[in-house]
């Protein structure tokens, strides 16, 4: 299951203010061997969220999202995810009794309408001011206020998918080629990518002080000695020279 991060609000893209979910969300999944497959920012324009929900909400992706669930006119992620889906916003009972029993008769006329979900969905319980967030299908919708939401991902994950662990790549090996280019070994990297679908390889070059590339496969170890040794092979037939470390003075 590759697992997504939809991160909402203009404020975000105008600069106000600077995310924290995302690196949050690494930390939390990196506790269960998890990590992200996708991340997307993207503003509070009507438009816009329909454009990237339908992206995401036609795939198996777990995903998890922030911002938007209020009851603001510039909150739209509950309407647009009404509207992707052709289903109708409704007083969903569970959210309206959430709401009802934290604000009593001021939940009228206004703070209730956070109980308007759409159709068929599952309420996310908040701790803080009873104001839930929601799941539709495997997308888990949660403000932007990091108290409430974090605690929220505990929850979803604790709850909806408590046997999902440890599928990150289970090793990584790194090596560093000093002053190489990433041309000279393009035909050794095409090979590994093509022999071994599995493992995850980048290379990074990096310029400055001491130019080099920073090569990295991960996956399964076995496979990663298979990869690492070919890979070996064309540095020393290219005469380059590679190190397990890389001395930054």
């Known amino acids: 299951m590759n697992i997504g991060a939809l991160i909402i609000g203009d404020e975000l893209l105008s600069g106000k203010r600077q995310d924290q979910h ?4 690494q930390s939390v999944l990196a506790e269960r061997g998890l990590e992200l497959s996708w991340t997307i920012i993207v503003g509070d324009e009507q438009e816009q969220l329909e454009r990237f929900l339908a992206f995401s909400l036609a795939t198996d992706d777990l995903v998890f999202s922030f911002g938007g669930i209020g009851a603001t006119p510039d909150d739209r992620t509950r309407q647009a995810v009404a509207k992707v889906n052709d289903v109708d916003l409704y007083p969903h009972p569970e959210a309206v009794s959430e709401i009802e029993n934290q604000f009593g008769e001021h939940a009228y006329p206004n703070r209730i309408l956070m109980g308007y979900l759409p159709f068929g969905s599952r309420i996310i319980p908040n ?6 967030g929601f799941s ?20 979803v994950l604790d709850n909806h998918y408590p046997n999902l662990k440890d599928t990150a790549p289970q090793d990584e090996q790194i090596i560093y080629v000093l002053n190489g280019r ?6 050794v990297m095409t090979k590994i990518d093509k022999d071994y679908p599995l493992l995850r390889l980048s290379s990074l070059p990096h310029l400055g002080k001491t130019p080099h590339i920073e090569f990295s496969l991960r996956g399964d170890t076995d496979q ?6 070919l890979l070996k092979t064309a540095i020393n037939k290219n005469n380059l020279s590679w190190s397990n470390h890389l001395d930054k003075k």
Request: glycine share 2%; proline share 12%; hydrophobic share 45%.
């Open 136 to 155: 539709f299908s495997n997308h888990h919708f949660m403000p932007g206020f990091p108290e409430m939401s974090w605690p929220m991902i505990q929850w």
């Open 182 to 187: 990433e041309s000279d070994l393009l035909p």
């Open 22 to 25: 995302f690196n949050h969300l």
């Open 127 to 132: 701790t803080i001011n009873r104001v839930p």
């Open 224 to 229: 990663i000695a298979q990869a690492m040794s």
